[in-house]
């Protein structure tokens, strides 16, 4: 058995540096009500860290609607104009605890710091909340057209990170980024509820106290992976 080291860390956006979900959840809800429905919040869990087109794919499903290409264009444009107008109200006090003073520790150590979002708003998000610049690469919905339990967006990562699977560590919150993530080798740290989230290595509730320190002794805990 032997120590796990890590020599980059690779960030989800929604669910991780910010509660985006929130607001993805208000706008497709829009979308949902004017097909006479609402998305419950057992429904609004699977469509985390899917893409918009998909999201649009599984909602539509839900409602029983064949959408033609041109109408789900449309729709998937309506949905984004509406998240958008809650995006562009966001500041530095959207971010969620702890992570800024991680990643400022990161940068301090200067460890490699890769974001790997399914959102094509990723760095609308990360400049409205001033983080832009603690990245070196960054992996959006933009880089591939994979959705995410699709290890796609990660690979990608990776390879603009100049490293390997193995030497990464993943943030994330959502069950389909945990399995993309965990298909290609990475070590995995789910930010959330335990029980959504078991295929993780390990789960942290948010990043209160997180620092290098504490994510070496989890790494230890882990194991060799
Ligand atoms: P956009 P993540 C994902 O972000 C969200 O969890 C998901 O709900 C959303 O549909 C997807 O981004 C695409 O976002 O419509 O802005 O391109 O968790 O991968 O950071
Ligand atoms: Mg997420």
Known sequence: MH???????????????????HFHYLAWNRLAQ?????ITEEQNEELKGITRMRSLEI???WYHKSLSEQEKIMHARDKNDWYLEYVDMMDESDILPG?????QELKENKVPVALASASKNAERVLKHINLFDFFDVIADGNSVYESKPDPAIFSFAIKQLGLQPADCVVFEDAPAGLEAALAIGCTTIGVGQPDSLIKAHYVIP???HFNLNALTTILASIKSV
Request: proline share 0%; net charge neutral.
């Open 99 to 103: 992570v800024k003073i991680f990643l």
């Open 34 to 38: 004017l097909w006479g429905g609402q």
């Open 3 to 21: 120590t796990m080291k890590y020599k980059a860390i690779i960030f989800d956006l929604d669910g991780v540096i910010v509660n985006t979900a």
């Open 206 to 208: 948010d990043f209160t």
């Open 59 to 61: 909602i539509a499903a």
